[in-house]
């Protein structure tokens, strides 16, 4: 039981960024770049708190998640939120 905390906060991270960017892409008339941002900063921010999360885990002194996580905690959302725009732009293409 002591890993659900950084097992959901890496499931979150890899969830939110895609659900987030589909849901204000949909329902708000945020611009495409706007909503990207908002949803690549939440999977971000959750990716920190995971790798905090799962640093106190580590022996002291080995930091290293933290670093990565700061450093290139970025790329999974990007990653999440461009194949959710190619879905989404590929499923509006059909319906037209």
Do not use: H, Y
């Not at 890899?14 to 999977?43: C, D, E, M, Q």
């Amino acid at each position: 039981m002591e890993n659900f905390a950084p097992t959901a906060l890496l499931i979150a991270s890899l969830i939110v960024p895609a659900v987030l960017f589909w849901w204000l892409r949909t329902r708000s008339p945020l611009n495409g770049f706007v909503a990207a941002a908002v949803a690549i900063a939440a999977g971000w921010a959750l990716n920190l708190a995971w790798a905090f999360v799962a640093g106190n885990d580590l022996p002291q002194g080995d930091m290293d998640t933290m670093s990565i996580a700061t450093r290139f905690g970025w790329f999974c959302p990007t990653a999440l939120v461009s194949i959710t725009w190619l879905v989404l732009r590929i499923k509006s293409r059909r319906k037209a």
